[in-house]
């Protein structure tokens, strides 16, 4: 009895060994069938991820495409002393130019110590005027002249009147100061008439007005005085002016570069202040200062620098061939002019309105620069292989080498829009 029970607990046993063996296998066949999709599902959504990223980067290549090219141009260094020619029509044998007129004032205020009774003698600038005959007239330093306020004025310097032309009459510009000192000479623009030709035939058809066109008197006569006055020595005062000079001079070259346009060009050399001591018009006060003010005009000869360099490239350059080119900083080059020429040997008193001609020279090391026409090498690239690149550049004798860099790199063909190629010169600074 007992060995059956014995038996018929180990046959239960077995059958539940069976049992559970049996379900063990279902419940892992269960999971690995439940496990499979999982697998190939991940695996398939890497693959969508992959190519995903992979196709927004070709958009985002696409998108930004762009090409950015970097041009080394040609480049020649010169050393000029070149002696050249200049009017103001221009002809085709010499460089046009033009005359730029600026005038200012500049003062100062000095201490001084002591007073003195002084005389000073009012002074302005006239236009004598010819219409009696087409022959030149000479007056003599210190013609006298009847001013409309019945005073008598002097002329400053010996002078020509030119003839008439065409019945227009000549006329010329000269200085003039009060026969007296004194305030009573200071007055506005003046017609006058030449004392000396009273009772002739010339006394009508000679005559003389104030320039009013002269922007640093604008017409007027001034700087009479007569009395106490603060006092500086000579030395001191010519300290001064020269002081005075050098400031106003750079004040008017400032104003005149800031005015000329783009393309012509001002030479700090090439300009010339006509000042005079006797625009000084010291001005007391009864602190015992003195403000003294210096009048100027200065007059500066402007040239078209497109046709200045040509030139200086035509007499330069044996393998020039008229391409377009530029002069980095061409206005620090050193301008003189030389003496004795014609209308300019007395800068100080020269009438710079009436110079046509003039003859000067430019000196210093400098470098021609050849121009790209940036827009044409850009049309030229549009949607071009990477290979031809160097091709394309033969075409540009005037560019001595260049530089190519595409974005995304793996680029074998240049952008096909304009906006897209970006060109870079490497000009001088």
Known sequence: MQKNLLQDMVKIKYKRERTDSALGAVQTGSKALKNQPKSRTRYT??????????????????????????????????????????SKNGSAE??????????????????????????????????????????????????RLLGSNNKIYKTEKQVFVPGMKNNIPGSIEVGIYGAEGGEEYNSGPLDFTI??????????????????????????????????????????????????????????????????????????????????????????????????????????????????????????????????????????????MPNGQAGLSDKKNASFRNVENINFNLSGATKIVWKLDEDKLRTDLLGKSKKDFSQILLQYPNVVSADLVLSPFWKISLPDKAKDIKVIVNYPK
């Open 195 to 336: 004392v000396g030709f009273k009772g002739t035939p010339k006394y009508s058809k000679f005559y003389a007005r104030s320039n009013i066109e002269d922007t640093a008197t604008t017409g007027k006569i001034e700087g009479g005085f007569k009395g106490k006055f603060p006092f500086i020595s000579d030395k001191e005062k010519t300290s001064v002016i020269n002081e005075l000079n050098t400031i106003l001079q750079a004040k008017l070259f400032k104003k005149a570069t800031n005015q000329i346009p783009s393309g012509l060009v001002l030479f700090k050399d090439a300009i010339f202040l006509n000042t005079d001591s006797n625009d000084i018009n010291p001005v007391s006060s009864k602190d015992k200062t003195l403000s003294i003010k210096l009048k100027g005009t200065l007059y500066g000869f402007i040239f078209d620098k497109e046709k200045l360099i040509k030139k200086i490239a035509e007499n330069n350059i044996k393998e020039y061939d008229g391409s377009p080119i530029f002069i980095p900083n061409i206005q620090n080059l050193i301008f003189s």
């Open 94 to 143: 010499t460089i046009p130019f033009d005359l730029i007129v600026i005038s200012g004032e500049e003062n100062k205020i000095i201490q001084t110590t002591e007073e003195r009774d002084i005389s000073e003698k009012a002074r302005g600038v006239v236009l004598i005027y010819n219409a009696f005959s087409s022959v030149a007239q000479r007056l003599d330093i210190d013609t």
């Open 45 to 86: 959504l890497w693959l969508v991820a992959i190519i995903s990223v992979i196709f927004f980067l070709f958009a985002l290549s696409y998108l930004f495409f762009k090409a950015e090219v970097a041009v080394n141009p040609k480049m020649k260094d010169i050393v000029l002393n070149e002696n050249l020619s200049a």
